[in-house]
Every structure is written in structure tokens, then in C-alpha cells.
């Protein structure tokens, strides 16, 4: 083989499923393409892909709730060699809970400070005072 290339989404979300293709180019005899999808934590799986066409293989990736940045590889390998493409992509996630801080009471003509904290979350939110 002589080239390797995912295409796919960019941007997951949670409990959700996106398809992703791995196009290898070349090679004789056909080479057999394998998935991996690492998380931020480091941790690896294989997943199955499914062989669509000669040097074509489409996996189904379905997220849960705790999926951060995701590095997906597909490798394309025969006997006469090997080729791999990374695709390194974000999972859009809301915060789990928004705390505001404060007085519980306000003195007329005085300032009183409140703070908002959320939950971890990605993209940073807008966080908007009414």
C-alpha cells in the first residue's frame, strides 16, 4: 500500500454514532485495514471495521457521555508493507451542572459579588447574567 486517508467527522458528541471511511491506496495483494480509536486518557480500542470495496473500510464509532479528544487510526498492511492515517478529533460535550455563588441578600446602593462555576465542558460555554 501506498497511502492511507480517514474521512469523517471532526467534531463528535456525546451518546451519539458517526461513520468514518479508511481509503488505502494501492498494494498487492490487498492490504487489510484495522481501526484503533485512543481517548485523552490514553486508553485504546479496536474497533471493527467493515471492508465496503477494494482498499475500503467503514467503521461506526457510537459515543457514551465520557469521550474528551479522540485520536482514530486506520492502518492499511500486506505483506509488502504498511501505511496508517490519524485523524485527531474533538467531542463537543454541554457542562454537567452551573453553580452560582454569592450573598444571599443584597444591601440597596451596594455592590454584591456573584460568581458562576460550571462543570467541565468543551467548547468553553457563553455564559450570559439575567
Known amino acids: 500500500p501506498t497511502n492511507a486517508v480517514i474521512s469523517g467527522p471532526e467534531v463528535l458528541y456525546h451518546e451519539d454514532e458517526f461513520t468514518y471511511e479508511c481509503a488505502v491506496e494501492g498494494g498487492n495483494p490487498p492490504p487489510e485495514i484495522t481501526w484503533t480509536v485512543s481517548d485523552h486518557l490514553g486508553q485504546t480500542k479496536e474497533l471493527k471495521g467493515e471492508l465496503i470495496g477494494a482498499g475500503l473500510s467503514r467503521m ?9 479528544m479522540l485520536t482514530i487510526n486506520c492502518v492499511g498492511e500486506n ?24 450573598p444571599t441578600t443584597a444591601t440597596p446602593g451596594e455592590y454584591a459579588h456573584f460568581t458562576c462555576v460550571t462543570t467541565e465542558t468543551f467548547p468553553v460555554p457563553a455564559l450570559k447574567w439575567k
Open 60 to 68: 461506526m464509532l457510537k459515543t457514551g457521555s465520557e469521550e474528551r
Open 79 to 102: 505483506t509488502q508493507g504498511r501505511v496508517s492515517h490519524s485523524k485527531h478529533v474533538h467531542t463537543h460535550y454541554p457542562p454537567t451542572s452551573v453553580e452560582i455563588t454569592g
